[in-house]
């Protein structure tokens, strides 16, 4: 429990969540999703957090109740049976039913499964609520880190650096991504990592990240981002393969852990020999992609900025098509937030035109795919500060790795 | 691509489920989730898979369409934009409108996000049809395995036993559980284990199991199952901690893996030196559960029916309140369907009457839990067989493991 949220920022978060439900006007925010409850409450037990829009929220607890009453930072209930919540929340929560006219309560619809809000969405009704979408003001509140969460980020990035210094040696022409991967997973998993990299998006996984060398990292995929990598099979359509690591190929290293439920993101290019000339230049492109988006990464600046300014930079490289993916496969972003997930906001994506705020935390991670031969690229997270350039987080040197 | 899904496979699939759907007088079926998707068209790429009641299904593939080409046993579309969507698909299946009545179009709301949900439903309005939950019939479905996923169910357990194996020589006096599970990940890793075993219920996740000593396994947790172990800390609080492993304690070591997508569950219990005497009478009587249930696992006898004779068995050992977890944290079942997914159907639970087929996979895992001294118990994964005793799936021999 050492690394347990501390006891005074689940007050602040709840305190800023409130502000947002008294200014639109909604009666509260209804919470079950693990890291959506986690963040509020500083514990990972399964059941319902109500926090309404003033006075004390209660987390209705399904299990374990022992576990909850004992890492909870806001007040727990044991969760009778559910048929009965509906009346239990208009009870506990009176202007639910006062007025005679129906309030909107919230609840993040994005990773609510729907058979779920079918029957909260008729609960709510029951105790005179209407249930609506709190999905965008969840992500938002999440979106901005707190020191202790830097804190724990900066822990991850910690753990992945020094695993892959204890892999590097291993990565040798012939050995396989599995076998690459797996001593990096051995490396980082004695540290703490959790096992996975939560994410929010519906489908989508990722473990510790993916290894691709030459051709294989550069099979398109349905992972949501530049290069998702071969896999071990269809139903495992991502990530490391089971090719063997050659000589003078890219090989992409994309890599992560996740401590005390905080995520790190991180790619670096390695090659065992020489990079062709043009995949080398591709690389040096990336790098200056991410050192103009160093400047821009400072409070003021439109998340989409970012974007448009790799774009342009890929396209006066002659590398537009090869920009984030290959062709129609390419995704449409330069980083994303990281927290407690690997997909949070901000997105710096076209259409995410919010400023960027101190204490959001962005990986950004420009590549260039060319099929058949592999990606290149790198990837750094980093918090946006209040003032000067952005906190570096990620701790593995920025380098080409070059093996002999 | 060696263990790809067998073109036969899914055409097979698709004819039991179209009976089922023209049974029920319903249009078709709407698929998205990735073990769905997959287990209906051999890739795992996304999009949706409509299965209309009669004739050929489509996958339209939103990414990656180049590797859905490749590997789908279905015929494949891009998927336009979304919002045409609900035309195409009354275009591509003239059912949906033609009759002037709404049709019903199913589609799995038990793992399908609400966002979403709601716009499908908006989108299938638009296309003439109405949108119903189709969870049961796609649980129902899956329910009974072929031979091509019981050969891969074989595969895992074999990983499974051979990286038990590989690990079991660590396993001593002071090696944390976090590190003992580091080297058992590692070993399976390597035999291409995909990183996870899925799960289908919300907020739920199990990349290998866990692995609990003493106290530490018997800590009640959010994880629904009889023993979910004391884990990292709030945020990963379940599976392994930091905990040294201790002598003349009970080791639950509650393992398995994920290879070509099928899953393989399993447990055996472990000592360092001898199990105090009641502990000990415990894990015996869990012996005899798993033959009584081996003489039960044939087809017609209703699933919950091994629940009721487990909890028969342990309430006449005195052992009631230490079954399946420990007095409110006691879970209800004895065993779980695997496949794909490691939470499928059939349920060993009160409520599911259904009678077992041939076919079916089910983890069946008496388990007893001491507060403050820890869990005993077993856990294998066995086939029903059209006649005879069911064919057993798990590899590691079956033994309380007494290490020096």
């Given at each position: 429990m050492?690394?347990?949220?501390?006891?005074?920022?689940t007050?602040?978060?709840i305190?800023?969540?409130q502000?947002?439900?008294?200014?639109?006007g909604?009666?509260?925010m209804?919470?079950?999703q693990n890291?959506d409850?986690y963040?509020?409450?500083?514990?990972?037990q399964?059941?319902y957090?109500?926090?309404?829009?003033?006075?004390?929220p209660?987390?209705?607890?399904?299990?374990?109740?022992?576990?909850?009453?004992?890492e909870?930072?806001?007040?727990t209930?044991?969760?009778?049976?559910?048929?009965?919540f509906?009346?239990?929340l208009?009870?506990?929560?009176?202007?639910?039913?006062?007025?005679?006219?129906?309030?909107?309560?919230?609840?993040?619809?994005?990773?609510l499964?729907?058979?779920?809000?079918?029957?909260?969405?008729?609960?709510?009704?029951?105790?005179?609520?209407?249930?609506?979408?709190?999905?965008a003001?969840?992500?938002r509140?999440?979106?901005?880190k707190?020191?202790h969460?830097?804190?724990r980020?900066?822990?991850a990035?910690r753990?992945?650096a020094?695993?892959?210094?204890?892999?590097?040696?291993?990565?040798?022409?012939?050995?396989?991504?599995?076998?690459?991967?797996?001593?990096?997973?051995?490396a980082?998993r004695?540290r703490?990592?959790?096992g996975?990299m939560?994410m929010?998006?519906y489908n989508?996984?990722?473990?510790?990240?993916?290894?691709?060398?030459g051709?294989?990292?550069?099979?398109?995929?349905?992972?949501?981002?530049?290069?998702g990598?071969?896999?071990?099979?269809?139903?495992a359509?991502?990530?490391v393969?089971r090719?063997?690591?050659?000589?003078?190929?890219?090989?992409?290293i994309?890599?992560?852990?996740?401590?005390?439920?905080?995520i790190?993101?991180?790619t670096r290019t390695?090659?065992?020999?020489?990079?062709?000339?043009?995949?080398?230049?591709?690389?040096?492109t990336?790098?200056?992609?991410?050192r103009?988006?160093?400047e821009?990464?400072?409070?003021?600046t439109p998340?989409e900025?970012?974007?448009e300014?790799a774009?342009?930079?890929?396209?006066?490289?002659?590398?537009?098509?090869?920009?984030?993916?290959?062709?129609a496969?390419?995704?449409?972003?330069?980083?994303?937030?990281i927290?407690?997930e690997?997909?949070e906001?901000?997105?710096l994506?076209?259409?995410f035109d919010m400023?960027?705020?101190?204490?959001?935390v962005?990986?950004?991670e420009?590549?260039f795919?060319?099929p058949?031969r592999g990606?290149v690229?790198?990837e750094?997270?980093?918090?946006?500060?209040?003032?000067?350039?952005?906190?570096?987080?990620?701790?593995?040197?920025?380098?080409?790795?070059r093996?002999p």
């Open positions: 050492e690394h347990a949220l501390p006891a005074g920022e007050g602040k978060r305190a800023r969540l502000e947002q439900l008294k200014a639109g909604y009666a509260g209804l919470v079950s890291t409850l963040y509020l409450t500083g514990t990972m399964a059941g957090l109500f926090v309404p829009d003033e006075g004390e209660t987390l209705y607890v399904r299990r374990s109740v022992a576990r909850a009453e004992r909870s930072r806001v007040r209930k044991p969760l009778g049976s559910f048929k009965a509906g009346a239990e208009a009870a506990d929560f009176p202007p639910l039913t006062g007025s005679g006219e129906r309030r909107t309560v919230l609840t993040p619809l994005d990773a499964p729907a058979q779920l809000y079918l029957r909260l969405a008729e609960l709510l009704r029951g105790a005179g609520a209407e249930l609506a979408d709190g999905s003001m969840m992500r509140l999440r979106m901005v707190s020191l969460e830097i804190g980020i900066q822990a990035a753990a992945a020094e695993a892959l210094d204890e892999a590097l040696p291993l990565l040798r022409e012939g050995v396989t991504e599995l076998e690459w991967m797996a001593a990096y997973e051995h980082v004695k703490g990592h959790i996975t939560r929010r998006a989508l996984e990722v473990l510790t990240g993916m290894v691709g060398a051709e294989a990292a550069a099979e398109p995929s349905a992972f949501d981002g530049p290069a990598g071969r896999g071990l099979g269809p139903a359509a991502q990530s393969s090719r063997p690591i050659g000589r003078n190929e890219p090989i992409l994309d890599i992560g852990c996740c401590i005390d439920g905080y790190i993101d991180q390695a090659v065992i020999g020489a990079l062709p000339d043009d995949l080398l230049a591709a690389y040096e990336s790098v200056r992609i991410i103009r988006a160093e821009l990464l400072v409070p003021g998340a900025r970012l974007y300014e774009i342009r930079m890929a396209d006066e490289a002659g590398l537009a098509d090869h920009f984030m993916g290959f062709g496969d390419r995704v449409r972003f330069l980083g994303h937030g927290g407690l690997v997909d906001w901000p997105v994506a076209r259409g400023p960027l705020e101190p204490g959001m962005i990986a950004v420009p590549k795919t060319f058949g990606v690229g790198i750094n997270s980093y918090a946006v500060q209040s003032e000067g350039p952005p906190l570096a987080l990620t701790l593995t040197p920025e380098r080409l790795i093996l």
